[in-house]
């Protein structure tokens, strides 16, 4: 279980403007094996709840625990997918998926073969020995989600991972990490703008408040899995879209 208490998160000021209140006593119990999205206006912390609970930056008030240990720094138990993919531009396929396993000293037959696994499982056989700019926005994605994999984590962290690929591969991928997510069982906390997204894969959706972000509400998806792939005919996530944009919209108001 992931646990967040009373956090709270002020950056500097920049330019002379006043300092950035992002985070405002948020609390939120997140449960092993859990798929929880987290939906809110831009602005609102949804990144920076991320990045706490990596380890990359700290809070200025309040805890994150994880199965009751204090999280104070990035550990091998938490993966971070980012938007952007963050390949390294000359490696191929292999040694980017592998790139955290060797980090780790593991020898390079083991951490081959490995990655060699996360690339049938990704869908990007016969790409191996591709370089990153040999291939679409979805497939980079796909090795970033293989590269998390690799190391095995108990939590992936993934801020808005498939907003910057078209609507086709967005789904593409999405059936592809509700797959990945069964099968391998792990907690994922997956950040999006997006209702559709969020309703389609989370297990709980957490409504954020504008900044200073706060958690407004925490939502069960109840609609069975596996989800149907026209979830725009489902009365119960129609129901579920419908409230969640009524309560966002009233925040901008």
């Known amino acids: 279980m992931i646990e967040l208490r009373?956090?709270?998160?002020?950056?500097?000021?920049?330019?002379?403007?006043?300092?950035?209140?992002?985070?405002?006593?948020v609390d939120l119990k997140i449960e092993t094996d859990e798929f929880l999205c987290i939906l809110g206006p831009s602005g609102c912390g949804k990144t920076t709840i991320l990045k706490l609970i990596a380890g990359l930056i700290a809070p200025d008030a309040g805890t994150i625990t994880i199965d009751g240990v204090a999280v104070n720094a990035p550990g091998p138990d938490r993966a971070v997918v980012f938007q952007n993919f963050a390949l390294l531009p000359w490696a191929n396929v292999v040694t980017n998926i592998a790139f955290g396993l060797e980090l780790r000293g593991m020898a390079k037959t083991a951490r081959e073969a490995i990655a060699l696994d996360l690339i049938r499982a990704v869908g990007l056989q016969g790409f191996e020995h591709h370089y990153p700019r040999q291939l679409s926005g979805g497939m980079q994605q796909r090795v970033g989600l293989a590269r998390a994999l690799a190391v095995n984590p108990k939590i992936l962290l993934m801020d808005e991972p498939f907003a910057a690929v078209d609507a086709q591969t967005r789904r593409m991928l999405q059936e592809d990490l509700l797959q990945l997510a069964h099968t391998t069982r792990k907690t994922i906390i997956f950040v999006t703008h997006d209702m559709d997204e969020a309703v389609r894969l989370g297990d709980r959706v957490v409504l954020m408040s504008p900044r200073p972000g706060q958690i407004r509400e925490a939502i069960a998806v109840a609609i069975p899995r596996p989800r149907p792939v026209d979830l725009d005919q489902n009365p119960r996530a129609i129901e579920l879209k419908t409230y969640l944009w009524q309560q966002l919209r009233a925040m901008q108001n």
Not at 6 to 18: V, Y
């Open 6 to 25: 009373g956090l709270e998160k002020t950056f500097p000021s920049q330019n002379g403007d006043a300092p950035t209140i992002a985070l405002a006593g």
